[in-house]
């Protein structure tokens, strides 16, 4: 299976650290994926100034779209533009639009990955749920972290409706029912923030590209 797109979902804490190392593992894998394949980049969040505490982003670009900005930053990395949804998603209707974008080209031996870089559970359950209403190979890398711990879930569906692995919301009961809402159901100014260090974040992006890594090589993966 080669990888034709790469959907990246949060540019935050997880987002920026996970980026670069997958936009290099997409251009020097080339036995890996596929030519003209497609990136793109999904956040409707702003960098702000308390971000950069954490956030890998350039100072000067406080104020701009999180995914625009990662795009602006990271082109130099890709031989493809780098696509951008600058807002949040807003329910699995929505994200299967997102993905079943172009899925009519893809072969049975491509797939897109889905990297899941968002500390919200009803945003990650809502990617799960939109993946199973879109016909097309799909792996989703699942990052997310609290203050210290964290999870990196692998899970992945064939075009017929087989799925690879166990269904994440039956293992975990914060996705099979969440204790939160997706970002735009909050006030932009009262949203709460999830407390976090950089070291979570780090090894939570490092675990998914791991994760990548060996799912581009055909490796097992391990739960870590």
């Known amino acids: 299976m080669k990888i034709e797109r790469l959907i990246v979902v949060g540019c935050g804490g997880i987002g920026t650290h996970f980026i670069p190392t997958a936009l290099r593992l997409l251009h020097y894998g080339a ?42 930053q990271h082109q130099y990395q ?17 994200f299967a639009g997102i993905l079943a974008e172009g899925t009519g080209s893809q072969r049975d031996d491509e797939f897109t990955l889905v990297a899941v870089c968002v500390d919200n559970d009803a945003t990650r359950k809502m990617i799960y749920e939109g993946c199973r209403l879109v016909n097309t190979n799909v792996a989703v890398i699942d990052m ?17 409706g087989t799925e690879m692995y166990p269904w994440p919301p039956r293992l975990y009961p914060n996705l099979a029912t969440p ?7 909050y006030c932009q100014m009262a949203a709460p923030d999830s407390p976090q260090i950089i070291t979570a974040n780090m090894m939570a992006a490092c675990i998914g590209a791991d994760y ?13």
Do not use: C
């Open 31 to 72: 036995e890996s994926v596929v030519d003209g394949r497609r990136i793109t980049f999904i956040d409707g969040d702003r960098y702000e100034e308390k971000n950069q505490h954490r956030q890998l982003f350039i100072p000067e670009w406080v104020g701009i779209n999180k995914a625009e900005a990662m795009a602006m």
């Open 144 to 160: 997310a972290n609290e203050l210290y711990t964290g999870d990196v879930i692998l899970w992945a569906r064939l075009k017929d």
């Open 179 to 185: 204790g939160d809402r997706p970002p735009q159901a």
């Open 78 to 94: 890709s031989v493809e533009d780098i696509e951008t949804v600058g807002r949040y998603l807003e329910h699995e209707e929505d």
């Open 212 to 224: 990548m890594y060996r799912v581009m090589r055909n490796m097992p993966v391990k739960a870590q």
